[in-house]
């Protein structure tokens, strides 16, 4: 019987097998998402942001000659938690433009790392309500 690595909180260190290599779930239910830089643009866009209604950039848009669609995991809808390790929670909208920006024009690495959560599981983003129609 073969053992797997453990990592210092004593899970295995082994991808989940439904998910990529670039993919990676944490146990809060957000993904890790690393995106090589693979082409001149990222080719996502967002919106919100503190100075918004949406406290949270959310990728509204991803252009199909674009780093992020080649590499895939990144979906329209989702949450941006942090970019390479910069939490982006309370930062103005052109402040997180720009870190996307500056991170993907760094050419120290050849790739960028997203962390997101989908919309739904986000207790930021405002819950569906039921609507009852009452006949008069």
Do not use: W
């Not at 949270?56 to 390479?84: M, S, T």
Request: include cysteine; glycine fraction near 8%.
């Amino acid at each position: 019987m073969q053992r797997l690595p453990l990592d210092q909180n004593g899970s295995s260190l082994e991808q989940n097998q439904d998910q990529p290599p670039h993919i990676v779930p944490d146990h809060r239910g957000n993904l890790h998402i690393t995106v090589k830089k693979s082409k001149p643009i990222l080719g996502i866009a967002i919106e919100g942001g503190a100075n918004t209604k949406h406290p949270l950039p959310r990728i509204i848009n991803i252009h199909e000659h674009g780093a992020a669609y080649d590499a895939g995991g990144l979906e329209v809808g989702q949450l941006i938690l942090e970019v390479d390790g910069n939490k982006v929670e309370g930062m103005h909208h052109q402040d997180v433009a720009r870190l996307i920006a500056e991170c993907f024009a760094c050419r120290d690495k050849n790739d960028i790392t997203f962390l997101v959560v989908e919309a739904k599981k986000s207790n930021l983003e405002p819950k569906p309500t039921a609507l009852i129609f009452l006949e008069a």
